[in-house]
């Protein structure tokens, strides 16, 4: 399917290392993580209800893989992403997504130019991805 690899940049990747005691999280802990610090942000918010950094947005990472970090950003994207960045270690990554410049500004090269700042970067390429296919439904449930 058409999507982005997530790579390496050319002067390497800028990702904090995690403690390596702890054991990683998975989407579900980070997803509630996340919902929790945006009702904050959102609690300081001025009286029109903007102050999410002037429209732009920021999506924390901890103790995740780069598998890991490549899904949080393939649900930003809408679109799949795949890790082969070859990245072995567990990292706190706080992913800072800055607001559109102009109103053609799409999401997708905003998360780029935040991956880029992580010494990262997105390739867009056919990459492979598990998909379920339904060959055949019938109408009437037929007995086991």
Same mark, same amino acid.
């Given at each position: 399917?058409?999507?982005?690899?997530? *790579? #390496? $940049?050319? &002067?390497?990747?800028? =990702? &904090?290392?995690?403690? $390596?005691?702890?054991?990683?999280?998975? @989407?579900? +802990?980070?997803?509630?993580?996340?919902? $929790?610090?945006?009702?904050? @942000?959102?609690?300081?918010? &001025?009286?029109?209800?903007?102050?999410?950094?002037?429209?732009?947005?920021?999506?924390?990472?901890? %103790? !995740?893989?780069?598998?890991? *970090?490549?899904?949080?950003?393939?649900?930003? @994207?809408?679109?799949?992403?795949?890790?082969?960045? +070859? =990245?072995?270690?567990?990292?706190?990554?706080?992913? /800072?997504?800055?607001?559109?410049?102009?109103?053609?500004?799409?999401?997708?090269?905003?998360? !780029?130019?935040?991956?880029?700042? =992580? $010494?990262?970067? *997105?390739?867009? %390429?056919?990459?492979? /991805? !598990?998909? *379920? #296919? /339904?060959?055949?439904?019938?109408?009437?449930?037929?007995?086991?």
């Amino acid at each position: 399917m058409p999507g982005y690899a997530l *790579l #390496v $940049g050319k &002067n390497g990747p800028k =990702l &904090n290392v995690s403690d $390596g005691d702890a054991k990683p999280l998975n @989407m579900e +802990e980070m997803k509630s993580r996340a919902e $929790g610090r945006l009702k904050t @942000m959102m609690a300081g918010a &001025n009286a029109n209800g903007i102050g999410m950094m002037g429209g732009g947005m920021s999506r924390g990472f901890k %103790r !995740a893989t780069s598998g890991t *970090l490549a899904q949080g950003i393939s649900q930003l @994207m809408h679109s799949p992403v795949v890790d082969m960045t +070859e =990245l072995t270690g567990q990292y706190d990554v706080d992913l /800072v997504i800055p607001p559109p410049q102009d109103p053609a500004d799409g999401i997708e090269n905003r998360v !780029a130019q935040a991956v880029d700042k =992580l $010494g990262l970067k *997105l390739e867009s %390429r056919k990459v492979p /991805v !598990a998909a *379920l #296919v /339904v060959d055949k439904i019938a109408k009437t449930p037929t007995a086991n």
